[in-house]
Structure formats: structure tokens, C-alpha cells
Nanobody, 133 residues
Framework: QVALVESGGGLFQPGASLRLSCAAS???????????MAWFRQVPGKERELVAS???????????DYADSVKGRSAISKDNGKNTLHLQMDGLNPEDTAVYYC????????????????????WGQGTQVTVSS
């Protein structure tokens, strides 16, 4: 049974930084495995959109991808020892307000140009991020 538990959401001032974490348990998202982990976000009335993804082949990072809206101010990373995924995002603006979801697939998805929600097998419960003064 795979479980993804997010933390780090909350209320942020414009221009601030956040660091989201996702603790993963179960599954084979570790050493010597092919898999993908990602952060998505969703606002009411809109589709869930990719924020950032990191794909692993035999446990090594293979490809990292960011949405254009966060590129250059975000960093996705994984602590393999703690099996925890992180998202660092700087220069927050009100358009970053959304529910952020941790996501995972037991495949490396190397044939995908960009990971979509249709590629995801496991989702966290989501954490609310609100950017407002």
C-alpha cells in the first residue's frame, strides 16, 4: 500500500518562499528502481496541473521538468534516505495559490515529454498553499 503524505503548506506573503515535503511509504520508490515523483497543483474549477516532476531510472535521477510558470524559481528534489520528496519555491505570488498534491508512478515515464495527471498512480491528500498579503 503506497502512501504519500504532504506537509509544508500554509499562508505565505507574496515574495516569500515555501518548502513542501512529501513522505512516501510502501511501493518501490527507492534505490535501483524506475519511478517518477511529482508535484501537481489545482485550483477550484481548473484541471490539476504539473508543477514539477523528477523521473528516476535504476534509482538515479534521469530527468527533471518544471512548469513554465515556476521554472527558474523552483526546485524539486528527493531525499532517498528518508524517501521524502521536496519542492522549494521562491518568489511566491498570488497565482501560486492552490492545493498542492504529491504524486507518484512506478514507471520512469521516459517516453513522455511531460508528465500529466493521467500518468500518475498514487496521490497524496493535498496541502493548501495560499499566497496573500
Amino acid at each position: 500500500q503506497v502512501a504519500l503524505v504532504e506537509s509544508g503548506g500554509g499562508l505565505f506573503q507574496p515574495g516569500a518562499s515555501l518548502r513542501l515535503s512529501c513522505a512516501a511509504s510502501g511501493g518501490t520508490f527507492g534505490y535501483y528502481s524506475d519511478y517518477t515523483m511529482a508535484w501537481f497543483r489545482q485550483v477550484p474549477g481548473k484541471e490539476r496541473e504539473l508543477v514539477a516532476s523528477i523521473r528516476f531510472v535504476t534509482g538515479r535521477p534521469y530527468y527533471v521538468d518544471y512548469a513554465d510558470s515556476v521554472k527558474g524559481r523552483s526546485a524539486i528534489s528527493k531525499d532517498n534516505g528518508k524517501n521524502t520528496l521536496h519542492l522549494q519555491m521562491d518568489g511566491l505570488n498570488p497565482e501560486d495559490t492552490a492545493v498542492y498534491y504529491c504524486a507518484a508512478s512506478p514507471r520512469s515515464l521516459t517516453d513522455r515529454t511531460r508528465v500529466t495527471s493521467f500518468d500518475i498512480d498514487y496521490w497524496g491528500q493535498g496541502t493548501q498553499v495560499t499566497v496573500s498579503s
